[in-house]
């Protein structure tokens, strides 16, 4: 924790964004930010997220492209690891044949794995080095460069991932029934009787929107207050480190899990979307 | 809590990572894992075959082995009886010969008593003769007194 903050000031600024937007005088960074609404951008998540996605894809095809049936190399080995893992999860779960599923599935997985393990770079570090850049690469005021390294706390991103699980959602409940099954099943389940046509509806159709909330929601609320409790734990002067690493420890489970919660869920989704009942 | 066109952006960005996963990451390495779990399945078969053909093979093996034994056990069998008989033939021949040569021996010794008997009797007779002609100090007409003779020489 930084001296020349107070406590509140120190968690406002370890969970503020980045932001970047167009204003009329040009390009405009942060607090000139504050009212640019929709069509403001953070830079922050944008550049972990999209690195950390181009560090696991470049990972994956570099063992892909030499990949050998014979003896393998470790990393091979390992990438086959997590490829199985994930593959004998949509097997398992999703019945039918889809080229999509199972490297969305791996995609979600790995790509979420990695952004929630930022999570255990210690809360200052990041922040710090990019208030030096800021500091002495731009003359900026190094209270205010932000930097919050977990894409998984933006709920911008969950949401986006989410809503392309929702549009895959649809986009497979129309493939496997038609729009008019689509519509039939919305309509006619739970209750089997026209008259119960809109009680279906309503149910269906919070059934359905509460799914990718419910996905976005998670992940953020989970890695929010994980990130939070860091921060907190960061003001307690000396006896952090055994908290930190307490805590660092038990995400060791929670990191990993949401995003395996995430992919199952995905996968379920799916699944039951390009099932007839 | 404030929503922005970073969701947008993500949106994008996850796009991109799915089908560039789906594209280029997952297909070969399935294929890759797919194509050794062949090659393991196949491996297994085999050697499932090998040690089948194997347990054949003894099976076969102990088979020709036991047959070989009772081969070598009829044959040693057969040998000690064409033994047996060729020692029994050979005794019988033995046997066989010895009586003939014991009766031949006989038939000879017969035959040799027969002649000096008869040339015995013959020299009893001439002498039974001369001395009855001593005797009777004449000439006995041989012609005449032949018939006694003859009884004289049968009853020796």
Known sequence: ?277 | MNMNSTLIGQLIAFAVFVWFCMKYVWPPLMAAIEERQKIIADGLAASERATKDLELAQAKATDQLKEAKAQAAEILDQAKKRANQLVDEETQRGHAEREKIIAQGYAEIEAERNRVKEDLRKQVAALAISGAEKILGREIDAQAQNDIVEKLVAEL
Not at chain 1, 16 to 41: E, L, P
Not at chain 1, 77 to 96: C, I, K, R
Not at chain 1, 193 to 219: G, Q
């Open chain 1, 1 to 277: 924790m930084a001296s020349e903050y107070t406590t509140t000031e120190y968690i406002q600024h370890h969970l503020t964004n980045a932001t970047m937007c167009n204003t009329d005088t040009g390009i405009a960074f942060n607090k000139a930010c504050a009212d640019a609404g929709f069509w403001a951008i953070h830079v922050d998540t944008m550049a972990w997220s999209i690195g950390l996605g181009v560090l696991f894809l470049y990972f994956f095809r570099r063992i892909a492209k030499k990949v050998t049936t014979g003896v393998p190399t470790k990393s091979q080995a390992f990438v086959e690891l997590v490829v199985g893992f994930v593959n004998d999860n949509v097997v398992s779960t999703f019945h039918g044949r889809s080229a999509l599923i199972a490297p969305l599935a791996l995609t979600i997985f790995v790509w979420i794995l990695l952004m929630n393990l930022m999570d255990l770079v210690p809360v200052d570090v990041l922040p710090t080095i990019a208030g030096w850049v800021g500091q002495y690469g731009f003359g900026m005021d190094p209270h205010d460069v932000y930097m919050k390294a977990v894409p998984t706390t933006d709920l911008n991103l969950t949401l986006a991932l989410a809503l392309g699980v929702f549009a895959l959602i649809i986009f497979y409940s129309i493939k496997m029934k038609g729009v008019l099954g689509f519509a039939k099943e919305l309509s006619f389940t739970p209750f089997n009787h026209w008259a119960f046509i809109p009680v279906n509806l309503i149910l269906e159709l919070v059934t359905l929107f509460a799914r990718p909330l419910s996905l976005a929601l998670r992940l953020f609320g989970n890695l929010y207050a994980s990130e939070l409790i860091f921060i907190l734990i960061a003001t307690i002067g000396l006896w952090q480190l055994p908290l930190h690493f307490m805590w660092a420890v038990f995400h060791i489970l929670v990191l990993p899990l949401q995003a395996f919660i995430f992919m199952m869920l995905t996968i379920v989704y799916l699944s039951l979307a390009s099932e007839d009942h």
